[in-house]
């Protein structure tokens, strides 16, 4: 069956910096056999050509490695229809442009999902035709639901790609491996032998030209709700009968049932300004587009309990900020200590398990006997680089929709359920319940 490849918002910075490379990525790699016809629909009163010279520049900033070929392959492909996303004629004139089967990909701002979709569905999609949304999924538990039954009307849910890239990682699949393929990490991967876990994602960046969207989310919207609530599924979860679709996000599903969040527990923050290495970082409120009275957070902080068998008592904390001293994305694995200790005058740490995000790796901190005194302990920690990725998260995930496994999807429950767990703190927040909390930028984040 031929696919066609329909971009709405085919001029937005995802499309030049992601979708397109990606592409040519999986044409460089020899994935893709036969061209992807790609047809970008947007608000530029752009032709074919114009959108092409635009195209190439975009692939040349951010495919700058491909070979050349590979590059041309995408151009040769595209097309471009000036038009309104949420408008039912404009999506009825581009999709008629089109030869295959549809995946129409809503690389758009997830305020317009809903009036996209309603258009869409208004139009109607062929069968076999696939649906492919961007976090975050809706801007609440209610605009979720809304969205996931307009989504049910167009197309199956298995044809719906709900996208997290985080999920297409290789850290993230390592910890499929590392738990379901290693007998030493799952008999202790429960409540009796691990004490807490953190899921911790901090940036050293500011805005970085995106205020128009990031003012309006916040932290906890843009990276708690989804990217870090997906971490905590897939290292909670039971184990899966199998590797496929419909068992790895039944698992992940009823982790997030589970969840139960404390907004007492809870930080938000807002970075002032402040040095990171050898550049000025003006105070949030002072960025270009942002609007001091929305109280938007660059730190947000939870933690929460998985009120099941396995994890019943222990804290996953989650964590993400913008604007901090250090570079630090990870999950934290920490264990409870041995229960007794023969090594009288000594006091060790407990085993520590750290899954590096950035740059992908495993490192394990145990006790050792020490070089000297062999009564005497001494904390050692074992690396392993992970393997580097054949192909990036997008070009990944990129394949996957073309050739129509959700695997590294997300389904309904899960994207419903993440709104379901953050939003009493969002309430609290907005009720000032939580205070926001100021840190210099290159700290550590608020105290």
Not at 84 to 95: E, G, I, K, M, N
Not at 153 to 175: M, S
Not at 197 to 222: I, M, P, Q, S, T
Not at 395 to 415: F, H, K, N, Q, Y
């Amino acid at each position: 069956m031929e696919r066609s490849f329909v971009v709405l918002g085919g001029s937005g910075d995802l499309t030049g910096r992601l979708l397109l490379p990606s592409l040519a990525e999986l044409y460089g790699r020899g994935v893709l056999d036969e061209e992807v016809e790609v047809l970008a629909v947007s608000q530029q009163d752009w032709d074919d050509e114009r959108y092409r010279e635009w195209a190439r520049e975009r692939l040349t900033a951010h495919a700058a490695g491909l070979d050349a070929d590979a590059r041309e392959r995408v151009v040769a492909q595209l097309g471009h229809e000036h038009g309104d996303v949420t408008s039912a004629d404009d999506l009825r004139r581009a999709l008629q442009r089109v030869r295959g089967v549809p995946v129409v990909y809503l690389a758009l701002p997830n305020t317009v999902f809903l009036p996209t979709l309603t258009a869409l569905r208004e139009v109607g999609l062929p069968d076999g035709a696939r649906v492919v949304v961007e976090k975050p999924f809706g801007t609440g538990i209610e605009d979720a639901r809304r969205l996931n039954e307009v989504l049910h009307d167009l197309v199956p849910e298995h044809a719906v790609f709900r996208i997290d890239h985080f999920l297409a990682k290789q850290t993230v699949l390592n910890v499929l491996g590392l738990r379901f393929a290693n007998r030493i990490f799952e008999p202790v991967w429960n409540a009796q032998h691990v004490a807490s876990v953190d899921v911790v994602f901090d940036e050293d960046l500011g805005l970085e030209g995106r205020a128009g969207y990031y003012d309006k989310a916040g932290a906890l919207r843009d990276m708690l709700q989804n990217h870090l609530l997906q971490l905590l599924a897939v290292v909670a979860m039971e184990p899966p009968q199998a590797l496929d679709a419909a068992t790895l996000q039944a698992r992940k599903a009823d982790v997030l049932r589970a969840v139960r969040p404390d907004p007492a527990r809870s930080v938000r923050g807002r970075y002032t300004a402040g040095r990171i290495g050898d550049r000025d970082l003006p105070a949030y409120v002072d960025e270009d587009g942002v609007d001091p009275a929305r109280m938007t957070e660059t730190y947000a902080e939870f933690t929460v309990t998985v009120e099941n068998w396995r994890w019943s008592g222990v804290p996953f904390r989650l964590r993400t900020g913008k604007g901090l001293g250090t570079r630090r994305k990870e999950i934290v694995v920490r264990f409870e200590p041995v229960p007794h200790l023969a090594f009288a005058d000594e006091q060790p740490e407990p085993d520590v398990l750290r899954l590096q995000l950035s740059p992908d790796g495993i490192a394990l901190e145990i006790n050792l006997n020490g070089a000297g005194d062999p009564f005497d302990l001494e904390r050692e920690v074992l690396r392993a680089a992970s393997p580097e990725q054949d192909l990036p998260a997008y070009g990944l995930l990129l394949r996957e929709m073309l050739a129509g496994d959700p695997t590294l999807s997300i389904s309904d429950v899960e994207a419903e359920q993440g709104w379901r767990i953050v939003q009493p703190v969002l309430d609290a927040w907005a009720a000032d319940d939580v205070p926001m909390v100021d840190y210099p930028a290159g700290s550590d984040g608020p105290a």
